[in-house]
């Protein structure tokens, strides 16, 4: 395996690998920071008559994140010779070095116990769990290359806490499946370099952003052009495996999807749909679904500093939790639009609402700000959600307490996403939130009541806000990836709109229309993404030779 950083022009003139040479870049990633796109985009000039140096090889693989690095090494040990690139400085830049875990089926460590996560079970809790709207076949097939995917892992040295011992066929379907990554960045990273470097038939490219994709008079994908501080590449090969890692960093196309939501990134920031759109220019045809991996950990604002939660420790802001302990949730109107039970016991799961509007609120009344800071977090934690919360992010609320709480209210107000008051009118007054009164005080009849009747709320998530002063909290949805992209057929091979084959062009992870709609099985993006990297790779390294 050869590795290259383009940003030093290294671009191994004569040292071809076998045959075929070297070939690739990646979108994965749109260079360090997110895309701040606006207003109507405009169509990017062709880099064509701008290529300096052409290169080939059997697969190009754009992207080296979970699907990635997936389709590169199955590529290759199916006998091609691959490049992979990625506009990352390096592994660790790419997203699966900081995932927390990847839910997985029938991996070699799974099989040693009885009671093992198998492919029909996943099939049978997947298919009809998106209302049979994934694809099916793909599906399928993702299924079946799961195991290999976890293998690869586990034979390349990748550190996991098994979820899966212990448990059998009444424990929880994210422990049954659980890889948990017990280390993340550069010791992960350098796994991966050994992984690829032990085949010579692979090499990776980092510091390259591919631009679009080339095609052959006959309409066949026959390779990709690639851009790195003005010097453009071409890279030739019969089959190009786009792993792009969706568009969470693209304002505009998260606004088309997602019906106008404001969703902070969680990502790597480099995930700007440059692949899914250099697909759709090839032929390719966009598909229906479209949903978001949700943080897990709470909520998120763009106006804060970090701006989404994660468990304690990690330096983010405290207020992020409150959802989680099943506090109000009100829209932009100040109206409830949810049972805010399945926030708080399926955070992850429950996104789509918060996918309506580009903020939501919580209130809270000073007699529940003094009772968070004085007790542990893990009591404001209900069964429900730490059953349905993975044990490694659990363990993080395990033993503390927020004693700082209030400073932390305030860091929020100086920040613009919180304000405080003494009535109720005048913290609507802070945010717009012209029908809170209403809300609030229909709120509080349901407490005493200990029924409510509007979403059905259990009367142990019911606390009245009836002591000022009044806190408002704002936030956006927060996301770790997009999920959604190009159709394919079962094989990972991307398919126009009247379903044909677009020749030489494959999709694997985020970038396609797989299993997007609704995401509820914790785990599922970064196992599937992997599976599917598996799978495209394969394929693509099997059409060609």
């Known amino acids: 395996m050869a590795t290259f950083n383009l940003t030093r022009r290294n671009f191994i003139k004569g040292s071809m690998v076998g045959a075929a040479g070297i070939a690739a870049a990646s979108a994965v990633a749109g260079c360090s920071s997110p895309s701040k796109s606006s207003g109507e985009e405009k169509k990017p000039e062709s880099l064509a008559g701008k290529v300096k140096e052409t290169q080939s090889a059997d697969v190009v693989v754009i992207g080296l994140g979970a699907s990635g690095l997936m389709a590169a090494l199955a590529a290759a040990d199916a006998g091609a010779n691959v490049i992979a690139v990625d506009s990352a400085a390096n592994f660790e830049g790419t997203t699966n070095t900081h995932t927390t875990g990847a839910w997985l089926i029938e991996s070699k460590e799974q099989l040693k116990h009885e009671h093992y996560l198998t492919q029909q079970q996943a099939f049978e809790l997947l298919e009809p769990g998106t209302h049979f709207q994934c694809n099916g076949k793909a599906l399928r097939n993702i299924i079946r290359s799961s195991a290999?995917?976890?293998?690869?892992?586990?034979?390349g040295g990748v550190k996991f806490m098994y979820a899966f011992e212990g448990s059998d066929e009444s424990s929880p379907m994210l422990n049954r499946g659980g890889h948990v990554y017990l280390e993340e960045g550069e010791p992960r990273a350098n796994n991966f370099r050994d992984m690829c470097a032990a085949r010579k038939t692979l090499t990776t490219i980092f510091n390259c952003k591919a631009q679009e994709l080339v095609l052959a008079d006959d309409g066949r994908v026959?390779?990709?052009?690639c851009e790195n501080n003005g010097t453009v590449t071409q890279?030739?090969?019969?089959?190009?495996v786009v792993c792009t890692g969706g568009f969470l960093s693209n304002e505009?196309?998260?606004k088309e999807h997602f019906s106008g939501a404001v969703i902070v990134n969680q990502g790597m920031g480099q995930n700007d749909g440059t692949g899914i759109k250099m697909c759709q220019a090839a032929g390719a045809q966009i598909g229906k679904n479209f949903s978001v991996s949700c943080n897990e950990m709470g909520a998120a604002n763009l106006k804060a500093s970090p701006s989404y939660s994660w468990a304690p420790g990690r330096g983010t802001n405290p207020c992020f939790y409150l959802p989680l302990f099943g506090n109000i949730l009100v829209d932009k109107r100040g109206e409830r639009f949810m049972n805010e039970q399945q926030m708080a016991e399926q955070t992850m799961y429950s996104g789509e609402p918060m996918l309506r509007d580009p903020y939501y609120y919580t209130v809270i009344d000073q007699a529940y700000l003094d009772t968070i800071k004085s007790n542990p977090v893990f009591d404001f934690l209900t069964e429900g959600t730490k059953a349905n919360m993975g044990g490694a992010l659990l363990m993080g609320f395990q033993g503390v307490t927020i004693d700082n709480f209030e400073e932390k209210v305030d860091e929020a107000i100086s920040q613009g996403w919180a304000a405080k008051a003494d009535t109720i009118e005048e913290l609507g007054e802070a945010f717009g939130l012209t029908n809170l009164v209403e809300t609030i005080d229909k709120y509080n009849e349901a407490c005493a009541l200990g029924y409510d009747d509007e979403f059905f709320l259990p009367a142990d998530y019911m606390h009245t806000?009836?002591?000022?002063p009044y806190y408002v909290f704002e936030y956006n949805p927060g996301a770790w990836v997009t999920l959604g992209g190009i159709k394919t057929d079962g094989f990972c091979r991307a398919v126009s709109s009247d379903n044909d084959i677009v020749v030489g062009l494959y999709?694997?992870?985020v970038d396609g229309d797989f299993w997007s709609v609704p995401y509820f099985q914790g785990g599922s993006c970064n196992g599937l993404a992997l599976a599917s990297g598996v799978l495209a790779g394969k394929t693509a390294a099997d059409d060609v030779l």
């Open 465 to 468: 806000i009836e002591s000022g």
């Open 252 to 254: 505009d196309m998260i």
């Open 148 to 155: 290999q995917a976890a293998n690869y892992l586990i034979d």
């Open 235 to 240: 890279f030739d090969a019969p089959a190009v």
């Open 222 to 225: 026959s390779g990709v052009i």
């Open 507 to 509: 999709v694997a992870g």
